[in-house]
């Protein structure tokens, strides 16, 4: 048997989340049944970590071992992709060291959260429509600060099984989109990449962020939400239907 890592990606506006849900149906196990048929034999995936209901990901990483050669692989994605639904999409598979780890040798993971302001029924399902503009250079004043703590307790979800809230972010900001054609509505993307986050935690971030920027919540009392360690002080939650994960990272020497 040898371990690969598994590069997809899928819309996650049908699925209860990226993880094995008693309740709904999460994506791992879509692609745990269709691999298992596949390979004729039971194959369990590891991914590099879990989206919530309605998340998306651009790209997802997740580990699975099997008996396997490299000419294999080619044929593998192609015939995955065709028994897979059409809002799961296996991008490649790739060889890597027998105790290589989607999740814990992750070097880093980046979410984009988009806002639209302006009407568009073609980003109804991707974009968080608002009302008006808020004020961005005071949001991404506010995003500079988040670099400067470890602890995202405020951010956190309560009551998770994770043994610590601490986190490493090291790019957070927001960023205009281009249009893209006429009629193209006035959008926003945040960006922000960490070594790790909790969950809820971007959209609690962004929730936030944009109260900052509806002049609800100045720079100092960011900062003190974040010192607070208090969920309760912090935004209410942005809709999960605009925020996609969009990159992971690992060391190059992982791979074969």
């Known amino acids: ?35 298992s048929l596949l390979l004729h034999c039971p194959t369990s995936i590891t991914g590099a970590g879990r989206t919530d209901a309605g998340v998306h990901a651009r790209l997802m990483v997740a580990h699975f071992d099997a008996d396997l050669q490299p000419d294999d692989l080619p044929r593998v994605v192609e015939r995955l992709n065709g028994m897979l639904p059409q809002d799961i999409v296996i991008y490649r598979i790739m060889p890597v060291r027998a105790d290589a780890h989607a999740r814990f040798d992750a070097l880093s993971r980046s979410y984009q959260y988009y806002i639209g302001i302006g009407k568009n029924p073609f980003q109804r399902d991707y974009v968080y429509r608002l ?49 893209l054609y006429e009629g193209d509505s006035e959008k926003w993307v945040f960006t922000v990449t960490a070594d790790r986050f909790l969950r809820n935690m971007v959209r609690a971030i962004v929730g936030t962020l944009l109260e900052v920027g509806a002049g609800k919540c100045s720079l100092d009392d960011f900062c003190g939400i974040i010192e607070s360690k208090d969920r309760r002080r912090a935004g209410t939650s942005v809709p999960a239907h605009a925020l996609f994960l969009t990159e992971i990272r690992y060391p190059p020497e992982i791979f074969i």
């Not at 099984?161 to 249009?179: L, Y």
Request: a positive charge; hydrophobic letters at 35%; one cysteine or more.
């Open 1 to 35: 048997m040898k371990r690969f890592f598994l590069y997809l990606g899928y819309d996650g506006k049908n699925y209860c989340g990226w993880q094995v849900q008693p309740n709904g149906t999460g994506v791992q196990s879509v692609i745990e049944h269709h691999l």
């Open 131 to 179: 009302r008006r503009l808020p004020d961005i250079e005071a949001m991404n004043r506010a995003a500079v600060k988040l670099s400067d703590y470890s602890d995202f307790t405020a951010f956190s979800k309560l009551h998770t099984d994770v043994k610590t809230n601490n986190c490493r972010i090291m790019h957070a900001q927001w960023t205009p989109q281009p249009a």
